[in-house]
């Protein structure tokens, strides 16, 4: 008798999409980027609310539960990138991460938030409106 011997199946990572979109900000980036890269400040627009855990990672809280990120890179007054972690709080392979960085037109001065999700969702149009709202939220609290 012939036994074949196979390896157990080894899950898949699910496939990631990358959302990328820019939005008018009528505000100086020295204004905005406190909304973009502190706790509280995110968590009167972004999400239903954000901590501050005492290991320095953000806790981001949608509908109740906790997504654990770190801040992979910092441009101050320009950009922060936060990179979701596990349910332990340690690294992934291939993370979801959301990158926000304010870019500013040499032509009109004018200023915009550059977003770029890169996370298990695929339906363009229900990440377009959910960042055009998250934005709109954005603009309400800064005046812009």
């Not at 770190?70 to 936060?82: E, G, L, Q, T």
């Not at 200023?111 to 149009?125: A, G, P």
């Amino acid at each position: 008798m012939i036994q074949e011997l196979t390896s157990p199946a080894v899950p898949a990572a699910p496939a990631k999409f990358k959302f990328v979109a820019e939005f008018a900000i009528n505000a100086s980036p020295r204004l905005l980027y406190p909304y973009l890269s502190t706790a509280g400040s995110l968590a009167q627009w972004l999400c239903d609310d954000v901590r501050l855990t005492p290991d320095h990672h953000f806790n981001f809280i949608w509908d109740g539960e906790s997504h654990f990120a770190s801040v992979a890179n910092v441009r101050p007054n320009r950009s922060v990138r936060y990179v979701f972690l596990d349910a332990k709080r340690q690294p992934v392979e291939n993370p979801s991460y959301i990158d926000l960085a304010i870019e500013t037109s040499q032509l009109t001065d004018e200023v915009f938030l550059r977003v770029i999700d890169y996370s298990e969702e695929t339906d363009v149009e229900e990440l377009r409106e959910l960042w055009e709202g998250l934005t709109l939220n954005l603009r309400e609290l800064i005046g812009g």
